[in-house]
């Protein structure tokens, strides 16, 4: 699987973006995925997952109600809509997926849970 964000920009505090992670191969629609981001100075960190189904999301403490993970297997893509946006929320966005065997019913929030990562994508929020 090879997956390709894209959506970053710069905004300005209190704007929206939503990212799109384009996923190749036939196995998508079986795996779960997530979005993670890594500040400068900072740890990668979980922010939002969904499952193989669609039917369940996961998301960190810090960006519930805020933002909307969500995914449409028919065109192997993940989007996260994010809304209400912070300065504290700039970082550089990943999208992940778990890999095979699929089909797993939690959704995993620790990087080494993924097996594919995409390049990333930069969201610079001013104040």
């Known amino acids: 699987v090879q997956l390709q964000a894209s959506g970053g920009g710069l905004v300005q505090a209190g704007g929206s973006l939503r990212l799109s992670c384009q996923a190749s191969?036939?196995?998508?629609?079986?795996?779960?995925m997530a979005w993670f981001r890594q500040a400068p100075g900072k740890e990668r960190e979980f922010v939002a997952g969904i499952k193989w189904s669609g039917e369940k999301t996961r998301y960190a403490d810090s960006v519930k109600n805020r933002f909307t993970v969500s995914r449409d297997n028919a065109k192997n893509t993940v989007y996260l809509q994010m809304n209400s946006l912070k300065p504290e929320d700039t970082a550089v966005y990943y999208c992940?997926?778990?890999?095979?065997?699929?089909?797993?019913?939690?959704?995993?929030?620790?990087?080494?849970?993924?097996?594919?990562w995409g390049q990333g994508t930069l969201v610079t929020v001013s104040s």
């Open positions: 992940a997926a778990d890999g095979p065997p699929g089909f797993r019913i939690v959704i995993m929030t620790t990087g080494p849970s993924y097996n594919y």
């Open positions: 191969g036939r196995a998508f629609s079986s795996y779960s």
